[in-house]
C-alpha cells in the first residue's frame, strides 16, 4: 500500500491497465471461466474505504491460475449453455457467478461485485462528480414521513421528491425547486423503482437530454434540462449566533479536504471563535482525506492505525497544517447512525485526543478497509483488506462512535426544527458563559424555529441508511 491517493477514474480498455495476463488451464476456454480468473487476479485498484472510507493506496498485478475447485463451475456453465430450455446471456451467467462468489463464498457484507453502472457511478461519486442535472432527490412517504423503511420502491404513498437543486446546476437553471415531486423520467412513470434505479436514468452522458414529469403545487408540468459534468459541493457552512460557525461535511471526496480548509479559513475570518462539525449522515470516502481533516483539528500525533495481517500496522499521523488546533477554540462535532466510515474516523479521533464534545446518535460502526478494482466489463469488485482503530485502540464496530451527548428527537417534533443544532449551541454556549458544559433537557421540540437545516449527503454503497442522492 502507497500514501498516493490514486486515480478512480475506471479503465476506458477492456482489459485494466497494468493487469499481468490471467493464466489459466485447458478446460478454462470458455467465457465464464475466463471471467472467474479474470475476477481473481489483483487488478490495478483503488484502495477504499467502501462505503465509507477509500485509503489512497494502489496494488500491484499479478497472474491467477485457478484452481481446481472451479471445475465444477464451468462444467455448470457447460450444461447450462447445451441445456436450458431458453436463450442464456453470458454477461448476466458471468455477473451472477461473480456476484454469488462474494455472496456465499467471501461472506463479508463490505466486500462484493458491482455491476457497470453501479460501479461507474460509485466512483464518479467518490471523486466528487459525475455527469447528470445537479440535483439531490430523495424518498418521501407521503403517509407517514418517519417510516421511510416501507418506501423500498417508488408507490401512490412512496414519491420521488427533489430535496434540492444544486448551486451552478442545470437543474437550477432549469427551474426545479425543492419539494417537486418526480413522477416520470422520460415519459416513464417511477412506481416500482427503486432510488437507485431512478438515479441511473436521471443521470447520463453530458450534453444529453432528460424530461422530468413533475407534480408541483397540485398541478403537472414537464421540464427538459440538459445534462452536464457536475462537481458535488462536499461542504456547507455559515456563522450561526454569537461567533459560533458552523461547518457540515456530506463526504470525503477527492475534492472534500481542500472544500473544507477554505470553508474553515473563511469562517475563523469571519469571526469565529468555536466551531460546530457537523458529520451528520455522512457516508464517509477517502481515509486520506478523513486524515487531512481531522488535521485541522488535531495539531500532532495520532489519528487512527490501519492494520492487516499481510501489511502489518500503518499510522496515520496529523499532518500538522491545521487552521484550528488550538484547544482554546471550542469545537462540538455532531453525529447520528448515518456517520459511517470516514465520518468515524474523524469523530473517533477528535472525541479520543480529548478536542471536540460528540453531540447527536451514536455511529454506524464500520472499521475495515476495502480495495476496488475495475474489471473487464466496465463492472468492480470490492474487497476487505484491512481494519482501522482509533487513537486508543478501540474498534467502533459493530456499535459506533458513543456520544458525549445524547440528543433523543422526541415523536411530533416539526421537521423544521434541528435538535442536534440547538443543542451544539446551548453547550457552547454555557461553556463560554461559565455556565458549565452540561446540556439541560432535551428541547420538546415545540416553540424553536431551526437555526439551519444542514444538506442532505448522496447515497453511497454504505450509506446507513440513507434515502438521498446527487442526480
Given amino acids: 500500500m502507497t500514501d498516493t491517493t490514486p486515480d478512480t477514474t475506471p479503465p476506458a480498455s477492456p482489459e485494466p491497465a497494468g493487469q499481468a495476463p490471467v493464466a489459466t488451464r485447458s478446460w478454462s476456454s470458455s467465457p465464464l471461466a475466463w471471467v472467474i480468473a479474470l475476477v481473481l487476479a489483483a487488478l490495478v485498484g483503488t484502495l477504499l474505504f467502501v462505503g465509507g472510507y477509500l485509503a489512497a493506496g494502489s496494488v500491484g498485478s499479478s497472474s491467477c491460475?485457478?484452481?481446481e475447485a472451479f471445475a465444477p463451475l464451468c462444467q455448470a456453465y457447460s450444461r447450462l449453455k447445451d441445456d436450458f430450455v431458453d436463450q442464456l446471456d453470458d454477461d448476466a451467467l458471468a455477473g451472477g457467478a461473480i456476484q454469488g462468489m462474494f455472496e456465499y463464498g467471501v461472506k463479508d457484507p463490505f466486500s462484493g461485485y458491482m455491476s457497470p453502472d453501479d460501479y461507474q457511478r460509485a466512483v464518479g461519486d467518490l471523486s466528487g462528480e459525475f455527469t447528470g442535472i445537479g440535483a439531490e432527490m430523495g424518498v418521501k412517504n407521503t403517509e407517514d414521513p418517519e417510516d421511510l423503511e416501507a418506501c423500498a420502491t417508488?408507490?401512490?404513498?412512496?414519491v420521488l421528491v427533489v430535496v434540492a437543486p444544486l448551486e451552478d446546476s442545470p437543474a437550477k437553471a432549469a427551474g426545479l425547486l425543492a419539494g417537486d415531486i418526480v413522477r416520470e423520467i422520460d415519459g416513464v412513470g417511477v412506481d416500482g423503482l427503486a432510488?437507485?434505479?431512478?438515479?441511473?436514468k436521471v443521470r447520463g452522458d453530458a450534453g444529453t437530454d432528460v424530461t422530468l414529469t413533475l407534480e408541483r403545487d397540485g398541478r403537472t408540468q414537464r421540464m427538459t434540462i440538459t445534462r452536464a459534468k457536475i462537481t458535488m459541493r462536499e461542504v456547507s457552512s455559515r456563522m450561526l449566533q454569537d461567533h459560533i460557525g458552523y461547518i457540515a461535511l456530506h463526504g470525503f471526496s477527492n475534492a472534500?479536504?481542500?472544500q473544507f480548509h477554505d470553508a474553515l479559513a473563511a469562517l475563523l475570518d469571519q469571526g469565529a471563535t468555536s466551531i460546530v462539525f457537523d458529520l451528520r449522515d455522512n457516508p464517509g470516502g477517502y481515509i486520506e482525506k478523513a486524515n487531512d481533516i481531522a488535521s485541522?483539528?488535531?495539531?500532532?500525533?495520532?489519528?487512527?492505525?490501519q492494520e492487516s495481517e499481510a501489511d502489518g500496522v500503518k499510522r496515520w499521523e496529523a499532518t500538522g497544517q491545521g487552521l484550528a488546533t488550538n484547544p482554546d477554540i471550542p469545537l462540538v462535532v455532531l453525529v447520528n447512525n448515518g456517520s459511517a466510515s470516514a465520518s468515524e474516523i474523524v469523530s473517533a479521533a477528535l472525541k479520543e485526543r480529548g478536542r471536540a464534545t460528540t453531540i447527536g446518535q451514536h455511529t454506524f460502526g464500520k472499521n475495515t478497509v476495502q480495495v476496488w478494482s475495475g474489471l473487464a466489463n466496465g463492472g468492480g469488485v470490492r474487497i476487505t483488506i484491512s481494519r482501522w482503530f482509533t487513537p486508543d485502540h478501540n474498534s467502533v464496530a459493530p456499535d459506533g462512535v458513543q456520544p458525549d451527548?445524547?440528543?433523543n428527537v422526541p415523536d411530533g417534533t416539526p421537521p423544521e426544527r434541528d435538535l442536534y443544532l440547538e443543542r451544539a449551541v446551548e453547550y457552547i454556549t454555557r461553556r463560554a458563559t461559565g455556565g458549565g458544559t452540561e446540556p439541560s433537557a432535551s428541547p420538546s421540540g415545540e416553540g424553536a424555529s431551526s437555526l439551519l437545516s444542514?444538506?442532505?449527503?448522496?447515497v453511497s454503497y454504505d450509506n446507513a441508511g440513507q434515502r438521498v442522492a446527487a442526480v
Avoid: N, R
Fill in 65 to 67: 491460475v485457478a484452481s
Fill in 154 to 158: 417508488f408507490s401512490d404513498k412512496c
Fill in 195 to 200: 432510488l437507485e434505479d431512478a438515479v441511473k
Fill in 256 to 258: 472534500s479536504a481542500d
Fill in 296 to 305: 485541522e483539528f488535531i495539531a500532532d500525533g495520532l489519528i487512527f492505525t
Fill in 405 to 407: 451527548v445524547v440528543v
Fill in 454 to 458: 444542514p444538506a442532505l449527503s448522496p
